[in-house]
């Protein structure tokens, strides 16, 4: 008996430095370098919530350590906060700026140092490039821009389509696809213009859409001169469906506008969080208002997912940025907004919503999903 408990309690102490060390918790890096300054200020700041947040819900076998950088809209600024972040120390994954060109900047240095970049950017051209350390948590333009054009041809039944883009590299990656897709149903833009961002009167380039005599009008703006343009139509009385991109969904673009102005008036997202609908969807709204005292949109929700994500790869096992992109290309992931899994570029996210607005309220309704737009999660 003497000997069967000596050997007990050798046992019970050789095990235990190994039990203490897979206790003990796992540091964790994830830098967030987001614009929330300029023109993309609304949508950035969404972006760092959504990271924050998930952040601060991390598996409690995890401490993150993070930073948030305001990378505003250069290249440079962008390419610079990442380069500071990846030589300040041990970083697992970068939370990585929404707008293209920046993106497009930063694949280059996350391919050198392979570390993998987690973004909601929708420009198309950033999971284009082989790259295999960016990982896209929105639907990009290939998914969003097909619920866009067919839920106009297809559930309103319009066929004469006005369209008003950005020049900005969303603006033109968003044009291409929705031609493309309406060129499937063999249609074409009536009338088509791209906008600078800096244009505050949308009275010339309505005027010139409404002489083509569309029967709607398809935007892909960001989110400030979405509201413009939207006000302006409702004061000029248009009286067609405007169908807008995922700007027209954040919450605080809304809030620029009356109820009435938004009447009619839909858009395309991966998802409404201020419209609820689920359990996990009203906790993480009631979350997020508790912490940031806003209303979040998609883009807050798709960058929370994402975030998860890295963080439940880290917490099963994976150390290095390197293991953590390749747990993000082979795993599969059930998050708040949809199921998230890699198409072998990086694109994460592949169903989009379209949600409307009544005239009452500025809060939409969901009124169609399109899931699995591009096949990639059928086993």
């Given at each position: 008996?003497?000997?069967?408990?000596?050997?007990?309690?050798?046992?019970l102490?050789?095990?235990?430095?190994?039990?203490a060390?897979?206790?003990?918790?796992?540091?964790?890096?994830?830098p967030?370098l987001?614009?929330?300054?300029?023109?993309?200020?609304?949508?950035?700041?969404?972006?760092?919530?959504?990271?924050?947040?998930?952040?601060?819900?991390?598996?409690?076998?995890?401490?993150?350590q993070?930073?948030?950088?305001?990378?505003?809209?250069?290249?440079e600024g962008?390419?610079?906060?990442?380069?500071?972040?990846?030589?300040?120390?041990?970083?697992?994954?970068?939370?990585?700026?929404?707008?293209g060109?920046?993106?497009?900047?930063?694949?280059?240095?996350?391919?050198?140092?392979?570390?993998?970049?987690?973004?909601v950017?929708?420009?198309?051209?950033?999971?284009?490039?082989g790259?295999?350390?960016?990982?896209?948590?929105?639907?990009?333009?290939?998914?969003?821009?097909?619920?866009?054009?067919?839920?106009a041809?297809?559930?309103?039944?319009?066929?004469?389509?006005?369209?008003?883009?950005?020049?900005?590299?969303?603006?033109?990656?968003?044009?291409r696809?929705?031609?493309?897709?309406?060129?499937?149903?063999?249609?074409?833009?009536?009338?088509?213009e791209?906008?600078?961002?800096?244009?505050?009167?949308?009275?010339?380039?309505?005027?010139?859409?409404?002489?083509?005599?569309?029967?709607?009008?398809?935007?892909?703006?960001?989110?400030?001169?979405?509201?413009?343009?939207?006000?302006?139509?409702?004061?000029?009385?248009?009286?067609?469906?405007?169908i807008?991109?995922s700007?027209?969904?954040?919450?605080?673009?809304?809030?620029?506008?009356?109820?009435?102005?938004?009447?009619?008036?839909?858009?395309?997202?991966?998802?409404?969080?201020?419209?609820?609908?689920?359990?996990?969807m009203?906790?993480?709204?009631?979350?997020?208002?508790?912490?940031?005292?806003?209303?979040?949109?998609?883009?807050a929700?798709?960058?929370?997912?994402?975030?998860?994500?890295v963080?439940?790869?880290?917490?099963k096992g994976?150390?290095?940025?390197?293991?953590?992109?390749?747990?993000?290309?082979?795993?599969?992931?059930?998050?708040?907004?949809?199921?998230?899994?890699?198409?072998?570029?990086?694109?994460?996210?592949?169903?989009?919503?379209?949600m409307?607005?009544?005239?009452?309220?500025?809060?939409?309704?969901?009124?169609?999903?399109?899931?699995?737009?591009?096949?990639?999660?059928?086993?």
């Open positions: 008996m003497r000997y069967s408990w000596l050997t007990g309690l050798a046992a102490l050789m095990l235990s430095p190994v039990h060390q897979q206790s003990a918790p796992v540091h964790v890096g994830i967030v987001v614009p929330i300054t300029g023109f993309l200020s609304l949508e950035g700041t969404s972006q760092r919530n959504g990271a924050v947040l998930a952040i601060r819900n991390a598996p409690p076998n995890l401490r993150v993070y930073d948030v950088v305001d990378t505003s809209v250069s290249p962008a390419v610079n906060a990442l380069e500071r972040a990846l030589d300040r120390g041990s970083v697992s994954a970068v939370v990585a700026s929404m707008l060109t920046q993106m497009l900047a930063m694949l280059p240095i996350a391919l050198e140092r392979k570390v993998p970049l987690i973004t950017s929708g420009t198309a051209q950033i999971t284009e490039m790259n295999p350390y960016v990982f896209r948590f929105f639907p990009g333009d290939d998914v969003t821009k097909v619920a866009h054009v067919r839920y041809v297809e559930e309103l039944g319009l066929r004469r389509l006005a369209l008003v883009y950005q020049t900005t590299a969303y603006g033109q990656s968003g044009r696809h929705i031609v493309e897709n309406l060129a499937k149903h063999g249609l074409s833009p009536v009338f088509e791209a906008l600078e961002v800096q244009v505050r009167d949308m009275l010339p380039v309505l005027s010139k859409a409404m002489a083509a005599n569309p029967d709607g009008i398809l935007i892909h703006l960001h989110s400030g001169p979405t509201a413009l343009f939207i006000r302006q139509a409702a004061a000029m009385g248009v009286g067609i469906p405007i807008a991109g700007a027209m969904h954040q919450p605080p673009t809304a809030a620029l506008l009356e109820p009435e102005e938004l009447r009619g008036v839909c858009a395309e997202a991966n998802a409404s969080p201020v419209s609820g609908g689920t359990p996990e009203e906790r993480f709204l009631q979350q997020y208002r508790e912490m940031f005292s806003v209303e979040p949109d998609g883009f929700l798709g960058q929370y997912d994402g975030t998860m994500m963080l439940e790869a880290v917490s994976a150390r290095t940025a390197a293991e953590v992109a390749r747990a993000l290309a082979d795993m599969r992931y059930e998050g708040i907004a949809m199921t998230y899994k890699s198409d072998g570029r990086g694109n994460m996210a592949h169903s989009a919503v379209i409307c607005f009544d005239g009452r309220t500025r809060v939409p309704k969901v009124v169609k999903r399109y899931d699995n737009i591009t096949g990639a999660l059928t086993p």
